[in-house]
C-alpha cells in the first residue's frame, strides 16, 4: 500500500493551489488565524478585563456605550461583563484544549499502534482490545464519569479528551506499520542493524505521519464540541475562566428575557471554529489521500 | 454464523466487564472515594466510619468483586440525593430518554436517505453543492446551542413549539395503558421536536454524507454499469441495484451512531428541561451524587452495547459475504 507521503515542493504548491481554487479552505485559514490571534493575544485585544463585573451596565444591548464612553461591541452578560472579551479569551481555552488533547491521545494512539503492528501476536491483542472495550462506551459518558471524580480543570479536561481520542490513531498506524513492518526499506534498516526502537520512530514513523494530519483536523473539531459540552454541563474549567460552553451555560438564564446576544455569540463562534478544522481537514484528506474518505 | 453470534456475544460480554472495570476505576482515580460521601465538615471519626460502612477500608479487588456482585443483583447503592437506590431513579428517566433518542435517530435516517441519494445522483450540480453545504454546517453546530437557538427562534419568537416539557408514551405503554399512550402520542410528537432535531442534526449530516459518498461509489461498479447497459432504468438500477450495496456502510455505524446520539441527548435534555437520563446526570453531576451519576453511565453503556450488538447480527443476514468468510466484526 503505497500512498504519497510527504508534500514535495511540488506538492506543497498543488496544495495551495488547491486550496485557492475551493475557497472554503482559504476561508478557514483566515478564520483559524483569527482565532489564533485572539487566543495568543486575548489580553492584549480584547477592551476589558473579560471578568471585571460593571453592575450599573447589566445586559447591555450589543454596541452600547458604558457611562465612562467605552464601548460593548457584543453587549454585556447578566454580571455586566463584556461579551466580546470573554469571547476573545474563550479562544485560548477552546484551541489550548483541542490541540493539547490531539497531542496526547495522537502520541499515546500512535505508540500504542507502532507496538500493536510491529510486535503483533499478544502486545497487538492486548492493545486492540483495549481499544475496543473504550469504543464501545460512549466517549461523553466516560468523560463525564472521570471528570466528576477528578474535579474540572483544564489539565484533567485534556487528559480525558486526549485519553479518549488515542483509538482511532491506533488503528490507523497499526494498519500502516503492519504494511511497511514487511517493505525493503524496513528490511534494510534491520540488516544494518539498526536497533528496534531505531526501526520503529526513525524508519517507519515518518512514512505514516502523513494521513495522521487529517485524521487530527477532524478531530481538533470534534474535541472542541465535546469541550463545549463538557464546560456547558459544568464540567470544564474553573468558573473564573471564561469558556465558549460556560458563555452558553450562563446564557440559558437569560434567554426568555430575548438577551439574544449571550446565547448567539459563543455559538457563533464555536461554530465557525470547528467548521474551520472540519473544512481544512476536507481539504488535506483530498490532497493527501482520498481514500481516507472510508476510514474516517 | 451461529460460531459468529458466538463470538460476538462473548465479546460484548468481555466489554461489559471493561464497562463494570472503568466505572470501578472512575470512582477510585480521584484518590480516596470515601470524601464523595461525606459532607465537608465531616469529623475524622466521621469519616472514618463511612469508609468502614463503604466498604473502602478494603482492598481494590474485594471491593470490585463486591460492586459486580451488586451490579448483578442491579443494586447500584443509594443516591446521595434522593435517598433512593439509583437504580430505580434511574430506569424511570430511561423511557423519556429513548423517545428521544429513537426520534432523532429517525430524523437522522430518514432525512439522511432522500439527501444522501439526491446529492449523488446529481454529483457536482448546485442540489450536490447545497446539501454537501448543509451537511459540513451540520457536523459542526454544536447540539445544545442548536437547541438554543432553536428555543430562542421557533418557541420564543414564532411560538410554534414547547421550549420545554415531555408526554411520555412508552411509560404509559409499558404499563399496559396503549389508549393512553396512542392519545398521547400526538403530544409527545410535538414535545419532541425542538429537542429531536437539536441531537439529530450532526448525525443527520454524517449520514448524508456516508449515503452520498458510499452510493457514489456503488454507482461506479461494473455490475451497476450492466445493469444500465441492460437498458434498465436509472430508477431501477438505483433501488434494486446500487441501493442494496449503498446500505451496508449505512447499517454499520448505525449501531456506533446511537453512543453518539446519546452524548447529545444528555447536554440537549438539560437545554430543553426534558426530564430523562441526561437532565438526571446533570443534577446528579451538580451535586456529586456519585452513586445516580454511575447508575445512569452504566445503564446508557449497557443500551449502547446492546444495541451495538443487535446492529452486527443484522448485518450479519444483510451482508452473504458475512456468512461465507465467518469474518470478525
Given at each position: 500500500m503505497s500512498r504519497a507521503a510527504v508534500p514535495t515542493e511540488h506538492?506543497?504548491?498543488?496544495?495551495?493551489?488547491?486550496?485557492?481554487?475551493?475557497?472554503?479552505?482559504?476561508?478557514?485559514?483566515?478564520?483559524?488565524?483569527?482565532?489564533?490571534?485572539?487566543?495568543?493575544?486575548?489580553p492584549v485585544l480584547s477592551p476589558f478585563d473579560p471578568n471585571r463585573q460593571n453592575?450599573?451596565?447589566?445586559?447591555?444591548?450589543?454596541?452600547?456605550?458604558?457611562?465612562?464612553?467605552?464601548?460593548?461591541?457584543?453587549?454585556?452578560?447578566?454580571?455586566?461583563?463584556?461579551?466580546?472579551?470573554r469571547l476573545l479569551y474563550g479562544a485560548r481555552v477552546s484551541l489550548l484544549v483541542g490541540f493539547a488533547a490531539i497531542a496526547v491521545g495522537g502520541g499515546i494512539g500512535i505508540v500504542a499502534g507502532l507496538l500493536s503492528g510491529y510486535f503483533g501476536g499478544w502486545v497487538d491483542d492486548l492493545i486492540m482490545r483495549v481499544g475496543d472495550i473504550q469504543l464501545a462506551f460512549p466517549f461523553i459518558l466516560l468523560a463525564i464519569l472521570f471528570l466528576v471524580v477528578l474535579g474540572s480543570g483544564v489539565g484533567n479536561l485534556i487528559l480525558v479528551l486526549g485519553v479518549g481520542q488515542w483509538v482511532t490513531y491506533a488503528r490507523i498506524v497499526r494498519a500502516d506499520t503492519l504494511s511497511l513492518r514487511e517493505k525493503e526499506f524496513v528490511e534494510a534498516a534491520r540488516a544494518l542493524g539498526d536497533s528496534t526502537v531505531s526501526i520503529i520512530f526513525r524508519t517507519i514513523l515518518p512514512n505514516i505521519l502523513a494521513p495522521l494530519t487529517v485524521i487530527a483536523s477532524f478531530n481538533v473539531a470534534s474535541v472542541i464540541l465535546s469541550e463545549a459540552a463538557l464546560s456547558f454541563l459544568g464540567l470544564g474549567v474553573p468558573p473564573s475562566v471564561p469558556t465558549w460552553g460556560s458563555m452558553l451555560a450562563e446564557s440559558r438564564d437569560t434567554l426568555v428575557a430575548n438577551k439574544w446576544w449571550l446565547a448567539v455569540f459563543p455559538g457563533v463562534a464555536i461554530m465557525l471554529t470547528v467548521l474551520s478544522f472540519n473544512i481544512l481537514g476536507d481539504w488535506l484528506r483530498d490532497f493527501l489521500d482520498p481514500r481516507l474518505r472510508e476510514r474516517t | 454464523m451461529g460460531s459468529y453470534v458466538l463470538r460476538r456475544l462473548l465479546q460484548s460480554v468481555v466489554v461489559i466487564v471493561g464497562v463494570t472495570l472503568v466505572t470501578f476505576l472512575a470512582l477510585q482515580a480521584g484518590g480516596d472515594p470515601t470524601y464523595l460521601f461525606v459532607s465537608e465538615r465531616a469529623s475524622l471519626e466521621e469519616i472514618e466510619a463511612a469508609r468502614r460502612a463503604l466498604g473502602f477500608d478494603r482492598p481494590l479487588h474485594e471491593q470490585y468483586l463486591s460492586y459486580v456482585g451488586d451490579l448483578t443483583r442491579g443494586d447500584f447503592g443509594q443516591s446521595l440525593s434522593y435517598r433512593q437506590p439509583a437504580m430505580e431513579i434511574v430506569l424511570e428517566a430511561l423511557p423519556a430518554t429513548i423517545e428521544l433518542a429513537i426520534f432523532s435517530m429517525f430524523i437522522a435516517i430518514v432525512?439522511?436517505?432522500?439527501?444522501?441519494?439526491?446529492?449523488?445522483i446529481n454529483r457536482g450540480t448546485a442540489w450536490d453543492g447545497s446539501i454537501t453545504?448543509?451537511?459540513?454546517?451540520?457536523?459542526?453546530?454544536?447540539?445544545?446551542?442548536?437547541?438554543?437557538m432553536m428555543i430562542l427562534f421557533f418557541g420564543l419568537y414564532l411560538r410554534w413549539f414547547p421550549i420545554s416539557g415531555h408526554v411520555p408514551f412508552l411509560t404509559p405503554l409499558l404499563a399496559g395503558d396503549v389508549g393512553v399512550a396512542f392519545a398521547n402520542l400526538p403530544r409527545t410528537l410535538y414535545h419532541l421536536i425542538l429537542p429531536g432535531i437539536a441531537v439529530g442534526t450532526y448525525s443527520l449530516a454524517r449520514n448524508t454524507r456516508l449515503i452520498r459518498s458510499s452510493l457514489l461509489e456503488v454507482l461506479e461498479q461494473d455490475y451497476v454499469r450492466t445493469a444500465r447497459s441492460k437498458g434498465l432504468s436509472e430508477r431501477r438500477v438505483l433501488i434494486h441495484h446500487a441501493m442494496r450495496n449503498a446500505w451496508l456502510p449505512v447499517v454499520t455505524i448505525i449501531g456506533l451512531e446511537f453512543g453518539f446520539l446519546l452524548g447529545g441527548v444528555v447536554v440537549v435534555e438539560t437545554v430543553f428541561s426534558y426530564p430523562g437520563i441526561g437532565r438526571l446526570l446533570f443534577a446528579a453531576i451538580n451535586q456529586r451524587d456519585i452513586p445516580l451519576v454511575q447508575a445512569g453511565v452504566t445503564l446508557l453503556a449497557g443500551v449502547f452495547i446492546l444495541l451495538n450488538l443487535l446492529v452486527d447480527l443484522v448485518y450479519v443476514r444483510l451482508d452473504p459475504r458475512m456468512k461465507l468468510s465467518e469474518g470478525r466484526a
Open positions: 506538492g506543497a504548491r498543488r496544495a495551495l493551489r488547491i486550496m485557492v481554487a475551493s475557497k472554503w479552505p482559504l476561508l478557514a485559514v483566515a478564520f483559524l488565524f483569527f482565532a489564533s490571534v485572539a487566543a495568543a493575544f486575548g453592575l450599573v451596565l447589566r445586559l447591555a444591548d450589543p454596541m452600547a456605550v458604558g457611562p465612562d464612553g467605552s464601548l460593548f461591541w457584543l453587549g454585556s452578560d447578566a454580571l455586566g461583563r463584556d461579551v466580546l472579551s | 432525512v439522511a436517505i432522500p439527501l444522501g441519494i439526491l446529492s449523488a453545504t448543509f451537511a459540513m454546517f451540520g457536523q459542526s453546530i454544536p447540539n445544545f446551542w442548536m437547541g438554543i
